[in-house]
C-alpha cells in the first residue's frame, strides 16, 4: 500500500523537524524529494565534481 501523506513518504519525518522555519527553499526541495532522487542527485554531483577535478588536473586520470 502507497504511503498517504507526504511525512508518511518521507519516511516519517515532517517538515518542521527537518527544515525549521528558517529554512532555504533549497532546503525545502531537497526535502520534498523521494530518497531514490536524493541518491540519484547526489551521486551525479559527485560524478561531477570527480569529472570536473580531473579536467582542472586535481585528480589523475584512470590509468590504461
Known amino acids: 500500500m502507497a504511503p498517504d501523506t507526504p511525512d508518511e513518504q518521507r519516511g516519517g519525518v515532517d517538515d518542521a523537524s527537518v527544515s ?34 580531473q579536467l582542472v588536473g586535481l585528480l589523475p586520470a584512470a590509468p590504461r
Open 20 to 53: 525549521g522555519d528558517a529554512a532555504s527553499p533549497l532546503v525545502d526541495r531537497w526535502t520534498a524529494l523521494d530518497r531514490g532522487w536524493q541518491a540519484l542527485a547526489l551521486g551525479l554531483a559527485v560524478v561531477a565534481v570527480h569529472l570536473a577535478a
